[in-house]
């Protein structure tokens, strides 16, 4: 969504969160170039379906290429236009290549024929078949890489594409289309659609597209999956999160500090899968409180295209005013405020300072909503199995972790998170290898690893007697 307090009817517009300045702006486009678009995406399935692996896989690898030999160029605008530090935007870059390479590398192995012994047939076996133009809507937090990571495995099972970005990020969409345009996918294969809400729902409705992916809020992916739904279309919905992070009472304080205090502020806290709520047993609670805020406390709020700043601006000022809200009602509520929560004053951007509330408990708003910003709610637990229930005590289901040197009894304990994806001894990661979703309000469905690969496939059993 674009800038709200100033955008003009009729227009997308990004604005540089960091001095609050409009950068740019476009025209929506019409109904007739919408339309105009979906028969080309018909026209490029047919030429992507057409594409054997090898060929589809030379286009992923030149997109890689192309974007590893702009990688700094692309993080700057990523930063210019929703205020990532800069080095966390070459690693956003980094992931981009690495995704595409790792289809590119083993689609054709993932989606190769599966035989079945039955009594069916003399040869019965199981393919996977492209599923036909999809529709992504894509999030304005990893703007690169949320848009590659659903791209890469959909083209190299033979999809074409459509995707509506973040209209706050278009600059950097507008560089997707045409890194996949330079790598030389047939024409219609991947294309942006500068469009409104109002022509996002119709297209989803539209019968030409046959799949959906959406990563944004809950409230979003609710109303796309019941238009989905209505339609009878395959989605994948990566929503939001509420991850927490259980600190053991033999955990190393020092690293579980480090890595949570990191987990919190990266991207400046606007990532689904950021940690969210610590929760403490009562024999390290005070320890891990005292040292996770002077470890916040050092964490540099800056211009985001400085190497060494910490924490940048949120993207927008409409997202830093809604979590300042609530932070308030949260201290309102009894938590209590030991860092940050006030407004920086004498800046035009969209700051919002690392913010640690303490004595939080599930009545409390910091127990329960997502906080997409540097602000971190820390829990008291009575033992491992009262944090566990605390951990779980959440209507999102995305990530979590837990800090323990026992190995074994982490493993135990991650077992125990309902949540699609649960670490221990570290913070949430993604890599192309593995599924990546949750499970509740964070949504349903994978990306990444090979069943996000065969999420874009039609599933096709097929027997010879």
């Given at each position: ?9 009729g227009?997308?517009?990004s604005?540089n ?11 929506f ?9 979906v ?11 057409n ?39 070459n ?32 040869n ?46 278009s ?6 289309q045409d ?13 942006l ?6 022509q ?16 944004g ?8 999956a ?44 606007q ?100 906080f ?23 209507r ?70």
């Amino acid at each position: 969504m674009a800038q709200t307090t100033s955008s003009k009817p009729g227009k997308l517009q990004s604005w540089n969160p960091t001095t609050g300045e409009l950068l740019k702006e476009w025209d929506f486009i019409s109904d007739q170039e919408l339309e105009q678009k979906v028969k080309k995406a018909e026209k490029g399935l047919e030429a992507m379906e057409n594409a054997s692996f090898a060929q589809r896989a030379s286009w992923m690898l030149k997109a890689a290429e192309i974007i590893d030999r702009n990688r700094q160029k692309y993080a700057e605008t990523i930063t210019k236009e929703m205020g990532k530090p800069i080095e966390q935007a070459n690693y956003e870059m980094k992931m981009c290549s690495d995704w595409c390479r790792y289809y590119a590398d083993n689609a054709e192995q993932i989606l190769k024929d599966q035989p079945v012994k039955s009594d069916i047939g003399k040869n019965c076996f199981i393919s996977y078949e492209r599923l036909g133009v999809l529709f992504q809507v894509a999030p304005f937090n990893f703007p690169f890489h949320q848009v590659i990571r659903f791209l890469a495995p959909a083209l190299m099972a033979g999809n074409a594409c459509l995707f509506r970005h973040s209209h706050s990020v278009s600059m950097c969409a507008f560089h997707l289309q045409d890194i996949f345009n330079e790598a030389g996918f047939p024409e219609g294969a991947v294309q942006l659609l500068m469009i409104t809400k109002d022509q996002s729902n119709r297209l989803i409705s539209d019968p030409r597209i046959r799949g959906i992916s959406l990563t944004g809020s809950t409230g979003a992916g609710k109303f796309v999956a019941k238009l989905a739904g209505e339609n009878v279309k395959p989605h994948v919905m990566e929503l939001g999160g509420s991850d927490a992070y259980i600190i053991c009472n033999d955990a190393d304080l020092k690293d579980a500090v480090q890595k949570c205090v990191k987990g919190r502020i990266v991207n400046n806290g606007q990532s689904c899968v950021a940690a969210k709520r610590f929760i403490a047993v009562k024999e390290v609670y005070d320890q891990f409180v005292k040292e996770f805020v002077e470890t916040m406390k050092n964490m540099k709020m800056g211009d985001p295209m400085k190497g060494d700043t910490d924490v940048g601006p949120l993207a927008r000022k409409d997202l830093r005013d809604t979590v300042h809200n609530s932070v308030t009602k949260a201290v309102s509520e009894g938590a209590k405020l030991l860092l940050g929560g006030q407004l920086p004053q004498g800046s035009n951007g969209f700051f919002y300072p690392p913010t640690v509330l303490v004595d939080v408990t599930p009545e409390n708003t910091a127990f329960s909503e997502e906080f997409f910003a540097p602000v971190a709610s820390i829990i008291k637990a009575d033992n491992e199995q009262h944090a566990i229930q605390l951990a779980n005590m959440s209507r999102y289901g995305l990530g979590g972790g837990v800090f323990t040197k026992d190995e074994n009894k982490g493993v135990k304990i991650a077992r125990k998170f309902d949540s699609g994806m649960a670490f221990v001894n570290r913070i949430v990661d993604q890599r192309p290898q593995y599924p990546f979703g949750g499970v509740k309000d964070s949504g349903y469905g994978k990306e990444s690893g090979e069943i996000g690969i065969k999420e874009w496939t039609r599933t096709k059993s097929i027997a010879i007697n």
